[in-house]
């Protein structure tokens, strides 16, 4: 049974960091594509950071380029985004998603994945 939960999230003043963490259980990361989800009041969902299979690939949304980076640990059974530099604009539920049997292959759309975590809130704000 694949799970993810989320967690890390809470109130950080402009220019802070935040580790987010999904624990995730039911894949491994070797075979599966990962991906760091958002969504702010009022504004649709927007991928913020992918990981793929085998952690061969990682790709950022260009909002969060050089601030934000993805990494994943099968031993822990965990997922990260560590995110510095923050801005108000990054404040919004982030939600970790996971497709399993992918590959090395990088999935993009939010729409692509098949399991998603209960989200967690960021806020930025002095």
């Known amino acids: 049974q694949v799970q993810l939960v989320e967690s890390g999230g809470g109130l950080v003043q402009p220019g802070g960091s935040l580790r987010l963490s999904c624990a995730f259980s039911g894949f491994t990361l070797d075979y599966s594509a990962i991906g760091w989800f958002r969504q702010a009041p009022g504004k649709s969902r927007e991928g913020v950071s992918w990981?793929?299979?085998?952690?061969?690939?990682?790709v950022y949304a260009d909002s969060v380029k050089g601030r934000f980076t993805i990494s994943g640990d099968n031993a822990k059974r965990t997922v990260y985004l560590q995110m510095n530099s923050l801005k108000s604009e990054d404040t919004a539920v982030y939600y970790c998603a996971a497709k399993r049997r992918t590959g090395v292959v990088l999935i993009l759309a939010a729409r692509d994945y098949d399991y998603w975590g209960q989200g967690t809130q960021v806020t930025v704000s002095s």
């Open positions: 990981l793929s299979g085998r952690r061969a690939t990682t």
